[in-house]
């Protein structure tokens, strides 16, 4: 039994299927077809049970793949302990959000790419909450408030926000100054959430409406220059409309929360060095850390 087919059986069970695990490993079908069968026929038994849909976990399968993943943790700990310091291998898959990402936090990824050569990094440019068990990621980088889940994160930074809309708005609607003032404005969102609002050291949660929603925060600033409403977005992507006044502040007695940035991962016993000399390389561009925990804010 080699560990390239526990690693092998492991990306086919949590991706549903050998094509999908073959585009994760960058390998062919044919390749993960053959591991899969030596090791089911080192096991003496059928672990998947392919369908035209894809492949599922026998009752067997199921019990094996968190012994299977467990042991390619330990495996990889266990190499970590031997390399010589600061030597990384192998891959890191990172989702990394389309609106900071490149502007942001590519440099970063870049540096952590340079100084270890021997490491592949791939990353993910998207606004969406991404599945990092599901979609096979070892770790995201996300910006905003963590919603609830069993992931486990690492604040690397802060990063401020503020309510703006644009002159042509405030001119024909106003300007909110409360939050019951902005229940009745129009508001460019990424969907039906809630808005957190600073009431001194209380934050009141209120419900805007609006008719403009992108899941893109680049989205979201342009539709607010458009004048089509109040925007909560993140200070970094406002910059320069603020300073050419195409965007002004509005309710600043009632800010947003301050935001973080966060290094999210699957939760286990002990995180790989990659995401550790990742997290700490962020940490040293961003500001200050915050202590291991689980996702909720």
Known sequence: MEIEEL??????????????????????????????????????????ARTTRGAGLTEAGLTFRDHAAKACAEIDIAKETILPAGELRGRLRIAAPLSFGPTHFTSVLADLAKRNPELHVQISYTDRFVDLIAEGFDCAIRVGRLPDSNLLSRRVGPMCAKWVASPEYIEKYGAPETPDELITHQAVMQGNESWPVMDGDRVVMIKPQGRFKADNGVALVAAAVAGMGIAGVPEDLITSHLASGALVPVMTRYPPPELGIYVIRPPGHYPARKIRVLTEMLIECFGRAGDLTDSSP
């Open 7 to 48: 690693r092998t059986f492991v990306e086919v069970a949590d991706a549903g299927g050998i094509t999908q695990a073959a585009l994760r490993l960058g390998v062919s079908k044919s390749i993960v077809s053959r591991r899969l069968a030596r090791l089911e026929e080192d096991l003496g038994i059928q672990l998947l």
